[in-house]
């Protein structure tokens, strides 16, 4: 019993030390941005590797919910014989939840784990030490230009995974399933509001590249420097990352489509 | 890693394949480019029932959509439903005594408020009201009506 209780406050302790570490090293490196900013080369290199080869899976996959969207709005549309709103079924579902939702899965599987991974192994073999040797501040160099990359990368990977997928949906419900094409258009846009659905969407995308940069930059910065840690951080990353987003996700839709 | 400049131009065209997304949400998707409420003026009519109208709800006139719902109220004293609707600057010449209706969109789409033109020589103006008005047909209501009076035509 005593060493239950114990255990609880150990964990409790661990934990919010690993809170504090973690606020304190997103300050860090959000203060250091501003150097980034004269060294852009920094900045386009991590887009590169965080934004333009995420592209193809969100792309692909955008494609591929829209599709299935559109299959299953038009089954269940289609019995209360009101096929023409599956427009907004596919836009709605799409810039609401599961454009910025998915893509900041997707995102924290395919660069978060990434970033964890190459931060973790610099750790390990000693590069961010040596750095520091050198009078190179590694938050600076390293860190806030990988971050500054993911917050910028999220948004628009999950505007194109919207658009993708809304023309996904359009290519089964339209080209396939025979809903007649000016309608799907013109009832998505007399339903959908600019402020309350597309500027909401581009909220939510911003806050989750927010926090998976930063869990997957943490995780890495905080790993234990062993190859055992590092594939455990990596794991860390996908896991904590995936919690946060849906969590997060439900307390932004709360406040921003609860009250009507 | 690749050559530099090649790296350029593909971190160049997601940015901008990212922001041509954007704005196909904004232009294409949503109703941005229909309708914005700067240019608009407001008026307000109060009807005994308006039915299931709601905010932007369409306001149109001969078929056209002109305007849009912005709020909906219930008067405590005349127990009646105040509707304020915002019409597009571009059609200001409705005469003052337009009639307001409440119409539902096919057997059972949306409700939208219709403006029938009147013969007035005075234009309602920002802030005007809508004195003649017609209340949304409850179906129910209706419905009631037409059994109650075909099972009076059978006892005679």
């Given amino acids: 019993m005593i060493k239950f209780l114990q255990n609880l406050g150990k964990n409790t302790r661990t934990g919010f030390t690993k809170l504090g570490r973690g606020t304190f090293f ?38 591929f919910v829209g599709m299935v969207l559109g299959f299953q709005g038009y089954h269940v549309l289609s019995d209360f014989g009101a096929e023409e709103t599956l427009g907004i079924m596919v836009a709605a579902s799409l810039v609401r939840e599961l454009g910025p939702v998915v893509t900041a899965l997707l995102f924290a599987g395919r660069a978060g784990s990434a970033l964890t991974a190459e931060i973790g192994l610099m750790k390990a073999t000693e590069q961010l030490s040596g750095m520091e040797m050198m009078a190179v501040d590694p938050i600076k160099r390293i860190i806030s230009p990988r971050f500054l990359a993911g917050f910028l990368s999220m948004p628009l990977l999950a505007a194109l995974f919207s658009a993708v997928g809304i023309i996904g ?11 007649d094409e000016g309608v799907y258009w013109s009832q998505m846009q007399a339903n959908l509001d600019f402020r309350d659905d597309i500027v909401n969407g581009v909220i939510k995308s911003i806050v989750f590249g927010f926090v ?31 919690f946060s987003i849906l969590g997060l996700d439900f307390i932004l839709t709360a406040i921003m489509f609860g009250d009507n | 890693m690749q050559h530099t400049s090649t790296q350029d131009t593909l971190v160049g065209l997601f940015v901008a394949s990212g922001i041509v997304g954007l704005f196909f949400l904004a232009l294409q998707v949503s109703n941005l480019s229909s309708f914005s409420e700067h240019d608009s003026y407001t008026v307000t009519a109060r009807f005994e029932n308006s039915g299931g109208l709601k905010v932007k709800s369409s306001v149109s006139s001969a078929g056209v959509k002109i305007g ?82 075909s099972a009076a035509e059978e006892k005679k």
């Fill in chain 1, 169 to 179: 949906g359009q290519l089964i419900g339209c080209a396939l399933l025979g809903v």
């Fill in chain 1, 212 to 242: 998976t940069s930063w869990i997957a930059l943490f995780e890495g910065y905080d790993t234990i420097p062993t190859s055992e840690g590092v594939s455990r951080a990596t794991t860390r990353t996908v896991v904590n990352s995936a």
């Fill in chain 1, 26 to 63: 997103l300050l860090q490196t959000i203060s250091g941005i501003p150097s980034v900013l004269p060294r852009i080369r920094l900045l386009l290199n991590q887009m590169y590797s965080i934004g333009v080869l995420s592209f193809l899976i969100i792309t692909i996959s955008g494609l």
């Fill in chain 2, 68 to 149: 849009q719902v912005t709020a909906i109220s219930f008067d405590p004293k005349t127990y009646e439903s105040v509707v304020k609707m915002s019409i597009d600057k571009q059609y200001s010449t409705l005469p003052d005594d337009t009639t307001a209706s409440v119409y539902t969109a096919g057997l059972l789409g949306e409700q939208y408020v219709n403006l029938d033109a009147g013969g007035s020589d005075e234009y309602l103006k920002d802030g005007g009201k809508i004195d003649v008005t017609n209340s949304a047909i409850i179906l129910e209501k209706a419905l009631g009506q037409f059994l109650f009076k």
